[in-house]
């Protein structure tokens, strides 16, 4: 299934570890560039908080809806081919934004992204378990945490070449717009829309590249594939997968993770760009966006290191302190503490994701590919919290709405501490490695 037998070479795992954190970077940086695009669509289509944060539902709710799908993907077709089909899908969706801004539609706009996050989800089923198991089980949460590093490179660069592509010329707002004559506004709308084509159609190439690339890299095997077939009926179940108390728990923390982090990422530019927060245009907000993510990424070459040493899901507990204190920190002040201290939360969502992933999976063996899909499907936290978020903004004002966010941290403060230790009642599953 894995489509070619493990190398020789001792240095073959690292090279297929340099190989998958390209992959990690690219994913990282289409996602980011959500964060510049809320605001751009925003305005464009004149819309209120809750309608565009259905971006991020659409983005996100892909991560529901196609990760079982995925799952039998690679199950079926193993490591290599998921990937690079993958990466295939993600290259449509890119191709996609091409008609969306030349018409402009909306809808299309939402299609795209849900094609772009279909090709992600089936990356995403693929590859962290694949870091994880390439190796030690012991040293599992530092090898995704470099992997993820090189994510929040993707995502430290992408809102600053995003902002600089797509956020420029003036912004008309709501009003400005409608004393434009009807000639002019359509004008106005498709040349902003056109600011979206050359990026993705760029995305697209780099993609299709990738794809064509990776079909010809030789992966080496791991210990027990997460995709193992089996016959219909006799292969573990996501029930049996559940059972296990961190997967379950772990679940939940992926989607108030995720939620909290794309939460903030989308409201960012708004926020900052508020006269009682930061007073500044949105080209220079998605600069503070692209330190929200460049904070990760420090974070995440930082944990690389630490993990190593300090027991993770302990780690996972205090940084979720560190995010709770400073959302509640931008809650109650203005200006540039407000902007610092949501800005910082970045550093501290940096382990964050892959240390609940590989505490979540740790020891499920043949389950892992089961447990995998949930913990993708769980993704779906960025597609419900900014909504919620959206609705709580457009009621009391966005500041407020940052409420949220801390809810989600005081659970992962809950998961690290306690949910995430193993049951001592219950026998270990055979290890993977």
């Known amino acids: 299934m894995m489509g070619s037998p493990m190398s020789s070479r001792p240095d073959q795992p690292r090279t297929a570890l340099i190989v998958l954190t390209v992959i990690f970077f690219m994913w990282g940086l289409i996602t980011s560039l959500n964060d510049v695009l809320v605001p751009h669509l925003k305005a464009l289509f004149s819309l209120d908080y809750t309608h565009v944060m259905l971006v991020q539902f659409t983005f996100f709710g892909a991560y529901f ?25 993600t290259g449509c969706g890119a191709i996609l934004f091409f008609p969306a801004a030349a018409l402009p539609s909306f809808g299309l706009f939402l299609a795209a992204f849900f094609t772009l996050a279909t090709g992600i989800t089936l990356l995403q089923v693929a590859a962290n378990p694949y870091v994880s198991l390439l190796g030690p089980r012991r040293t599992a949460s530092s090898r995704l945490n470099l992997a993820q590093a090189l994510n929040s490179l993707g995502t430290t660069i992408g809102p600053k070449v995003g902002g600089a592509l797509i956020l420029t010329g003036t912004v008309l707002s709501t009003a400005e717009l409608d004393r434009l004559a009807p000639q002019a506004r359509e004008l106005y709308r498709a040349h902003q829309a056109s600011l979206v084509q050359g990026p993705y159609i760029g995305l697209a190439v780099i993609l ?51 939620g909290a982090e794309v939460s903030i990422g989308s409201f960012m530019i708004n926020y900052i760009s508020l006269p009682n927060i930061g007073h500044m245009v949105e ?56 902007v610092w201290s949501i800005v910082a939360v970045g550093l501290f969502n940096s382990i964050m994701f892959p240390t609940i992933f590989a505490v979540s999976i740790e020891g499920l063996g043949p389950l892992t590919g089961r447990a995998s899909s949930l913990l993708i499907m769980a993704i779906v936290g960025g597609a419900i919290v900014p909504v919620l978020q959206g609705m709580m903004a457009d009621a009391g ?15 992962i403060i809950y998961y690290g501490f306690r949910g995430s230790r193993p049951e001592a009642r219950r026998a270990p599953i055979a290890a993977t490695s």
Do not use: N
């Open 397 to 411: 004002g966005v500041q407020r709405a940052y409420l949220l966010p801390l809810i989600c941290y005081l659970y």
């Open 65 to 89: 809806l196609m990760s079982l799908p995925s799952g039998r993907v690679l199950s079926r077709w193993g490591y290599k081919i998921s990937i690079a089909l993958g990466l295939a899908v």
């Open 208 to 258: 299709f590249a990738l794809a064509a690339v990776f079909g010809l890299f030789r992966l080496p095997a791991v210990g027990v594939e997460p995709g193992t077939p089996a016959e219909p009926g006799h292969g573990p179940s996501l029930l049996d997968a559940l059972r296990h108390r961190p997967l379950r728990l772990g679940v939940i923390a992926i989607f108030v993770y995720v």
């Open 283 to 338: 080209s220079r907000a998605a600069t503070f966006v692209s330190l929200y993510w460049g904070g990760a990424m420090i974070g995440r070459f930082a944990g690389a290191v630490v993990l190593q040493r300090v027991d993770p899901r302990r780690l996972l507990g205090l940084v979720a302190v560190v995010a709770a204190a400073l959302v509640a920190t931008t809650m109650m002040t203005a200006g540039m503490v407000a």
